[in-house]
């Protein structure tokens, strides 16, 4: 028994110290995975609100001093470092590592990171400049002033300006240059986004003299930094197209709530109406407004420009019961009778005062008096806001004196056979003395009523111009393009359609479901936003990414395209889409009330560019649907404390579309650096869009680790985030544009 009792008491014992090694051991493992989780997660929020500083410090002290002292300082480095081990040592112990596509995708960031670094160190960009007939050389210019050798000599053969057809605008810069080294001479060929790759260097066009006799390349080299990165690309793509399959996933048993239900699509045809006659017959200006014409760099129908200069003069596209066209013919044929009428919208009381008008609009006979030109003296003045009034005032009076002297239109297309290039010419100069006498004969004509003989003489206008033009002349179908693209495009009025309808449903579907109401009409939007874009790209010759305006449009066609799809499995998404469309495309008339269509300059030449933008504009597009879901869980919790399930039910809709657009922000920004690499030689620039894109990855990366940070569990705070966070999205669209600048400040 003895013998029993001490087996037994040190059986017990064991027990004991077994049992308590083992609370001691998960103690310790639970400890060590909250410092990892901490410090990961704390390390990434301090990053972030360093690069938002570091984009304000840019604007007072410039690009290469944050550069230099926060983006590319030793302190920056070692906290991106830690954070990625931290990182790393964190999912190792959560045992993440075991869901092979989860660990993939975060080791895809790290490998990202170590690309950056390797290229920090190891790299070397600088800048080189040839001119043809000059000797070769064998060095470039470093950032910091100093020059690195190369191990060849190389040499401007010759450089090539190429224009658009019948344009001055360019299209592409062409170096034909030559390589000199122990191997022997070979030929090569530079231009915008055809990058030439010799022994580790990489050759980007980047500029070139106003002789056209000399370039400037941007020289990269970096042989393994580049690997590495886009090893990082790969895999992150990879790995987030295949999270969606992925068994036993967050984003799966989201999807699995019995709440959803199947979505429907369909499409229909929709067409805008044009604009009413007055004064000078429709049927003349009509035609008048199917001529030639040489505007912004394009061969556009003379309907474009007028369209343009009525906008500009009034404000809009029309002026009162007269379209564009008749317009722009009455201030041309008949100017005199048209010197009293208010046509010019004036902005800034300060500016209507020295006028004497009492509304918005004044008459060309306002701007002067017994003493000159009235503005004179505000042009001169001290007070900014003043003066900017008075040069936007007199930029329209004098838009009026072009188009009736002529000088407005470019409708004379001259033959210059020293340059073997068609010219275009104003009426002012009138070098075409056919077209200059047919103008003088359909005033004549237009005098004496006899509209139909002016409508036959503006066709032999036309013929002229076929004639002398025919090799620069846009394709039949482009220019029937642009003509129904003016006459569909109405974007403000719809815009303003859109929000009046999407607020009252709004309203509505907070107590009642009025989806099926609303679908036909949202199908209607979606088939018009499609149409305006496939116009929109006929006349561009492009995809229509390239601008504000675009990007705003194409943001409108994808809300739309996601509330139909939408539309049965969530009861909000049609006044969400109505809403989200409606300001998209009134944020996009906004930046210009007659938003242009250009040429495309000659670096956006790329299928990149298009899959950047887009993949940015649709994660931009579900974010705006989860900031809704955020306002409307908030208004709900506020004045219904019983619509708990009803906030539970947004939270599960904003988490289903969080996940697709983070990735689609995530692949969207590395498209975005790979293109960049291709054009400038650097996947990387610290512009500050690109950090305040990288910002807004970052802050919704935190709400999709559910998991880890509990905080987001709770549906009201997930929807107080997603309505903070969409901050970061307008600072990054808007915020950059007007405030921060850079170079993605045109878009």
């Known amino acids: 028994m003895k013998i029993l009792k001490i087996l037994f008491a040190n059986s017990t014992k064991g027990s004991l110290c077994v049992y308590y090694y083992r ?409 075409n003395a056919i077209i200059g006498a047919t103008i003088e004969q359909i005033a004549d004509a237009l005098y004496a009523e006899d509209y139909d003989k002016a409508i036959s003489l503006v066709d032999e206008i036309k013929n002229e111009q076929e004639k002398v033009a025919e090799t620069v002349l846009p394709e039949k179908l482009t220019f029937n393009a642009e003509l129904l693209y003016n006459n569909v495009h109405c974007g403000k009025p719809i815009a303003i359609i859109c929000i009046v309808i999407g607020m009252a449903a709004y309203l509505i579907t907070i107590r009642r479901d009025i989806s099926r109401l609303l679908f036909i009409p949202m199908c209607l939007l979606f088939a018009y936003i499609s149409i305006n874009m496939v116009l929109r790209a006929m006349v561009s010759g492009h995809v229509p990414l390239s601008n504000g305006f675009e990007t705003m449009t194409f943001m409108a066609w994808c809300c739309s395209l996601l509330a139909i799809i939408f539309s049965k499995r969530f009861r909000y998404a049609m006044p969400f889409g109505f809403l989200i469309c409606g300001f998209s495309l009134l944020v996009a008339m906004m930046g210009e009330s007659s938003p242009q269509i250009t040429q495309l300059m000659p670096v956006l030449h790329s299928p990149l560019l298009s899959v950047h933008v887009m993949l940015i504009m649709m994660a931009y597009t579900l974010l705006a649907f989860t900031m809704m879901n955020g306002v409307t869980a908030i208004v709900l919790h506020s004045t219904n404390r019983g619509a708990t399930e009803q906030i539970e039910y947004l939270s599960l809709i904003s988490r289903i579309l969080l996940y697709p657009a983070v990735f689609l922000l995530t692949v969207g920004i590395f498209i975005g650096a790979v293109w960049a690499n291709v054009s400038w030689g650097r996947y990387w620039g610290w512009d500050p869009k690109e950090v305040w894109a990288l910002i807004t990855m970052l802050i919704y990366a935190l709400a999709i680790h559910v998991q880890s940070l509990k905080w987001f569990r709770k549906p009201i705070h997930f929807h107080l985030f997603c309505v903070v966070a969409f901050l970061s999205v307008l600072m990054t669209y808007f915020g950059v544009n007007f405030v921060l600048g850079g170079l993605h400040s045109y878009a």
């Not at 301090?46 to 007072?60: G, P, Q």
């Not at 008096?369 to 005032?393: F, I, P, Q, V, W």
């Open 23 to 431: 609370i001691n051991y998960r103690k310790h493992y639970m400890n060590k995975e909250k410092i990892l989780k901490y410090t990961s997660f704390g390390l990434i929020i301090l990053i972030t609100v360093l690069l938002m500083a570091a984009t304000v410090v840019e604007k007072f002290c410039g690009s290469a001093f944050v550069r230099q002292y926060i983006y590319s300082s030793p302190v920056m480095i070692v906290l991106w470092g830690l954070m990625a081990l931290s990182a790393l040592g964190y999912l190792l112990q959560r045992g993440i590592h075991r869901q092979k596509i989860t660990f993939l995708l975060h080791i895809s960031f790290a490998l990202i990171l170590a690309g950056a670094l390797t290229t920090h160190i190891c790299g070397r960009q600088g800048r080189l400049h040839l001119c043809v007939g000059d000797d070769a050389v064998n060095s470039f210019v470093l950032p910091d002033g100093n020059r690195a050798a190369f191990p060849f000599e190389i040499a401007l053969d010759d450089f090539e300006l190429r224009y658009y057809q019948g344009t001055l605008a360019p299209m592409d810069y062409i170096s034909n240059i030559s390589i000199q080294d122990d191997d022997g001479r070979i030929s090569a060929t530079i231009s915008m986004n055809n990058i030439f790759k010799y022994r580790g260097y990489r050759f980007y066009q980047s500029g070139y003299d106003a002789d056209n006799n000399g370039t400037t390349l941007s020289v990269s080299f970096d042989p393994f930094g580049t690997t590495i990165t886009y090893s990082g690309y790969l895999c992150l793509i990879v790995s987030m197209l295949l999270f969606f399959f992925q068994r036993g996933s967050i984003f799966r048993s989201l999807l699995k709530n019995p709440i959803l239900k199947n979505g429907a699509l369909m499409l229909l045809l929709f067409l805008g109406v044009g604009a009413k006659a007055a004064n000078i017959p429709s049927d003349f200006a009509d035609s008048f407004g199917k001529l030639y014409v040489y505007y912004n760099d394009r061969i556009v129908p003379l309907q474009t420009l007028a369209r343009d200069y009525t906008a500009k003069l009034c404000g809009d596209v029309s002026y009162e019961d007269l379209s564009a066209e008749e317009l722009l013919c009455e201030m041309f044929f008949n100017f005199d009778e048209w010197q009293d009428a208010p046509i010019i919208k004036v902005k800034g009381k300060d500016i209507r005062t020295i006028l004497g008008i009492e509304g918005v609009y004044a008459s060309i006979n306002d701007f002067m008096d017994g003493d000159g030109y009235k503005l004179s003296a505000a042009l001169r003045g001290a007070d900014a806001k003043t003066r900017r009034n008075a040069e936007a005032a007199t930029e329209k009076y004098n838009l009026v004196m072009l188009c009736s002297s002529g000088m407005l239109l470019n409708i004379v297309p001259e033959m210059n056979y020293d340059t073997e290039t068609v010219e275009w010419f104003s009426l002012a100069d009138r070098k």
